[in-house]
């Protein structure tokens, strides 16, 4: 069976800091996707990366990046100069390639942006 | 777009009683989730749809729980009798297309208090 195992449960930062979310999977699986959300104090999730099995392409957008690494089954998450509008809840997911719209999450890891 | 529109946004009912969560996805919208958040449990997918039909439901509780989606833009929660394990945020997201190459957009969740 899939898991995903963030085991950051909160993080806390003063403003501009950087701030690293850990996210790690098992499974057997050769294709399958990794998912970032973000749910801020409002309460819905709001898409943020989706990278597939085979790309193991480190990604960059703004102030995010996303590090990708098959050899140890991680799938890390990389706030640069954090700002107060960065506190929420991230969460990382997993969709197995033939397992239709099933996504399983993982804990979540609280994120705290002090000014 | 308005987005994926839940009501209630709270709701806070007694054991026993009929409890009704609704939810109007994007317009144009394929694939239709209901999503239950706790803190024991995390996110979990209950039931989804494609095209109004219901796909995998193998996330649903018991029997106690129902969903419909009776036309595109219009699904049903039910939970019949409530007990107050039910007691959480339950999240219903729509996507273009079927995952994973469908983006999730999640509504703001319905947070369900049973006593």
């Known amino acids: 069976a899939q898991k995903v195992t963030q085991a950051q449960t909160e993080i806390s930062v003063v403003e501009k800091e950087d701030v690293t979310l850990d996210c790690v999977y098992e499974?057997?699986?050769?294709?399958?996707?990794l998912f970032w959300y973000k749910q801020p104090p409002s309460g819905e999730l709001v898409f943020l990366i989706r990278?597939?099995?085979?790309?193991?392409q480190n990604e960059i957008s703004g102030r995010y990046s996303w590090n990708f690494q098959k050899s140890t089954s991680s799938f890390n998450f990389t706030i640069t100069a954090s700002q107060v509008v960065d506190s929420a809840v991230y969460f990382c997911?997993?969709?197995?390639?033939?397992?239709?719209?099933?996504?399983?999450f993982g804990g979540g890891t609280r994120v705290l942006v002090k000014p | 777009d308005a987005g994926v529109i839940q009501s209630p946004r709270h709701e806070v009912t007694e054991m026993g009683q009929e409890v009704t969560l609704r939810c109007k996805p994007i317009?144009?919208?394929?694939?239709l989730f209901w999503y239950r958040q706790t803190m024991m449990r995390g996110l979990e997918l209950l039931i989804y749809?494609?095209?109004?039909?219901?796909?995998?439901d193998s996330g649903m509780p018991e029997d106690r729980f129902s969903a419909k989606m009776p036309n595109a833009s219009f699904s049903t929660l039910k939970i019949q009798p409530s007990e107050p394990r039910d007691s959480a945020v339950y999240f219903c997201?729509?996507?273009?297309?079927?995952?994973?190459?469908?983006?999730?957009?999640f509504g703001q969740g319905t947070r369900l208090t049973v006593v």
């Open positions: 499974t057997r699986d050769t294709t399958y996707y």
């Open positions: 749809f494609n095209n109004n039909v219901p796909i995998d």
């Open positions: 317009s144009g919208h394929d694939y």
């Open positions: 990278r597939n099995s085979f790309d193991e």
């Open positions: 997201a729509s996507s273009p297309t079927g995952q994973p190459n469908g983006e999730a957009f």
């Open positions: 997911a997993f969709l197995r390639g033939a397992a239709g719209n099933k996504l399983t």
